[in-house]
């Protein structure tokens, strides 16, 4: 799978969890995003089933962007990839924080304001 890709998916499902804030001093990276949910790549193209490993970065993801400048950087960054992974089905993408055990107040969309 593409590094591209990874990175993608990894923005779109992070932007959806984490999109309600405004942005300071974030200690949430780009690369800790791409790595918590490469493993959701193959499942939000629809090309493999939802893993345990997806899962648990989705979740370690959502925990660690506590603060508003975590939870925006992190939405900028899945929004980065997002447009970058070939075949991304949005269903299964705005679908996934509920199928891993994920509350999100806000749709999991490329659209998403990260600002709000």
Same mark, same amino acid.
């Given at each position: 799978?593409?590094?591209?890709?990874?990175?993608?998916?990894?923005?779109?499902?992070?932007?959806?969890?984490?999109?309600?804030? *405004?942005?300071?001093?974030?200690?949430?990276?780009?690369?800790?995003?791409?790595?918590?949910?490469?493993?959701?790549?193959?499942?939000?193209?629809?090309?493999?089933?939802?893993?345990?490993?997806?899962?648990?970065?989705?979740?370690?993801?959502? $925990?660690?962007?506590?603060? *508003?400048?975590?939870?925006?950087?992190?939405?900028?960054?899945?929004?980065?990839?997002?447009?970058?992974?070939?075949?991304?089905?949005?269903?299964?993408? $705005?679908?996934? *924080?509920?199928?891993?055990?994920?509350?999100? *107040?806000?749709?999991?969309?490329?659209?998403?304001?990260?600002?709000?």
């Amino acid at each position: 799978m593409a590094a591209g890709g990874v990175r993608a998916l990894v923005a779109f499902v992070v932007l959806c969890l984490l999109v309600a804030a *405004p942005c300071a001093n974030a200690a949430v990276s780009c690369p800790k995003v791409a790595s918590s949910i490469a493993p959701c790549v193959n499942y939000i193209r629809g090309k493999g089933p939802l893993t345990p490993a997806c899962c648990n970065g989705v979740r370690a993801l959502n $925990s660690q962007a506590k603060t *508003p400048a975590d939870r925006r950087a992190t939405c900028n960054c899945l929004k980065s990839y997002a447009g970058k992974i070939p075949g991304l089905n949005p269903s299964l993408t $705005s679908g996934l *924080p509920g199928k891993c055990g994920v509350s999100v *107040p806000y749709p999991i969309s490329t659209k998403t304001d990260c600002t709000k």
